[in-house]
């Protein structure tokens, strides 16, 4: 299927819907965020849940658990690289 008949296709969708090409576009920005917060919370749920264990054994000392976070959100992202 062509590109150009795909992109009439959605316009004429979109128009029918009352929205424009800008409003598409606002929207697959907004879908392209959502999509990376979500892998980057994925990639973090390790950091995560030890920033929370170090918590509760520090008896909630903040620093630690920062400390805690980043070294292993650290060592998640360079583990995906």
């Excluded at 630690?64 to 959100?73: D, E, R």
Aim: negative net charge; hydrophobic residues 75%.
């Amino acid at each position: 299927m062509d590109n150009t008949i795909l992109l009439t296709i959605v316009l004429s969708i979109l128009g029918s819907l009352g929205l424009d090409l800008t409003a598409l576009v606002i929207l697959v920005i907004i879908g392209l965020v959502i999509i990376v917060l979500i892998k980057l919370f994925l990639v973090l749920i390790p950091a995560i849940l030890v920033a929370v264990v170090v918590y509760f054994l520090t008896g909630g000392d903040l620093f630690w658990t920062g400390i805690a976070f980043l070294v292993v959100a650290a060592l998640s992202i360079l583990a995906k690289l």
